[in-house]
């Protein structure tokens, strides 16, 4: 019985040193980079590359993501020129509007706006003879 045990014990720890590492090593795990792989990291610079000409946009953010960014900037824009926070140059291009371009387009319009007096409902009268 004392054999059969120190038999399976035995099997048991060879089997379960294949998961152990062979060398232990506190000062650095297992998983870690090696010393020549980080300082090679760390010493070549990441090229950032600015030319996007011939980038498919379509392709890389999906044709759906570019409507909605189309709309939101078309929605933007509008809500600017309402606010009269940009005007058109001669070019057609929408550039910011100085204070006093914004001044004279916010009075132009207050000019514009009709001066009426608000609608009264004229009142029911209840009729005794109804």
Known sequence: MKTAAVAAFALF?????????????????SFALSDTAATAADAAPAEVDS?????????????????????????ELNARIKNFDVVQD???EWVEATEEQ????????????????????????TSASA
């Open 13 to 29: 720890a060879a089997q379960a040193s294949a998961f152990a590492p062979s060398t232990p090593s506190p000062a650095r795990p």
């Open 51 to 75: 030319n996007f000409d011939d980038v498919n946009l379509v392709r890389v953010l999906g044709l759906q993501r570019l409507k909605n960014i189309q709309r939101r900037h078309r929605r």
């Open 90 to 92: 001669g070019e057609g």
């Open 102 to 125: 914004s001044a004279a387009m916010k009075a132009e319009a207050n000019a514009a706006k009709p001066k009426t007096k608000p609608f009264k409902r004229p009142s029911k009268k």
